[in-house]
């Protein structure tokens, strides 16, 4: 069974600049999660979905950050205008359900973006 | 705030050794605890996990222990091995409504042969 795929895998590109990233979950999972991973830090949450629906994106910076999962399957987070501080590793995740405990999610690869 | 704490940003063990890693956190809400696992270039992959009730949870090589009144955790790996290096996340959640995973910054584990 393939895990859950991630592209671009490296983004490189200059301040002001949209980027975008884009998730597949595993197959037959409900709940897909987008963290951000800063260098030597943990990941942190940015925004969780339950098919559809954004059921927690308080920590999202609304104002460059956008994600959408139509269909309820796949999913892309887009920062417009990326900014310097963003250089970070973007991490998508899922598990079958948001009420599951977190053991039961899993991680992509990551896409690490370098803003310049 | 950081609300799950690993206070050792790196650990170096000879194969065949314990490996020890510590997990400190502040939030007494949380519920359920758990291990992940980093290579370079990969996402983490979920290792272990505690609930809060019990105090210890074994599988393998893996054991983690849970002293809540001191709000602290550990991972120990019997006998360690050069397969085990790589970056380990703590991680804690609450078993009501949705899972949220808060993590801590990590240990990175290095074991020689």
């Known amino acids: 069974e393939a895990g859950v795929v991630q592209s671009p895998r490296y983004k490189i590109i200059e301040k002001k600049q949209p980027v975008a990233f884009w998730c597949n979950p595993i197959?037959?999972?409900?709940?897909l999660y987008w963290y951000r991973q800063n260098l030597g830090q943990g990941p942190e949450l940015l925004i969780r979905y339950e098919n559809e629906e954004a059921v927690d994106d308080s920590q999202l910076p609304k104002d460059r950050f956008s994600a959408e999962r139509l269909k309820g399957v796949d999913s892309t987070l887009k920062i417009q205008p990326a900014e310097l501080g963003d250089s970070a590793v973007y991490l998508c995740?899922?598990?079958?359900?948001?009420?599951?405990?977190?053991?039961?999610?899993?991680f992509g690869p990551g896409t690490r973006l370098t803003v310049l | 705030d950081q609300q799950v704490k690993q206070n050792s940003p790196s650990l170096s063990v000879q194969e065949g050794r314990i490996s020890i890693l510590n997990c400190d956190y502040t939030?007494?809400?949380?519920?359920?605890f758990l291990w992940y696992k980093k290579y370079p270039a990969e996402g983490p992959t979920f290792l272990i996990s505690?609930?809060?009730?019990?105090d210890k949870n074994e599988d393998g090589r893996f054991t983690v222990f849970l002293n809540k009144s001191a709000k602290h955790l550990s991972l120990h790996i019997v006998p360690s091995q050069p397969g085990d290096s790589a970056v380990y996340f703590c991680a804690a959640s609450f078993t009501s409504g949705y899972s949220t995973l808060t993590f801590g910054k990590g240990t990175m584990l290095l074991v020689s042969p």
């Open positions: 505690i609930s809060s009730i019990k």
């Open positions: 197959s037959g999972h409900n709940t």
């Open positions: 995740a899922s598990s079958l359900s948001g009420t599951s405990r977190g053991g039961e999610q899993f």
């Open positions: 939030n007494s809400m949380f519920d359920y």
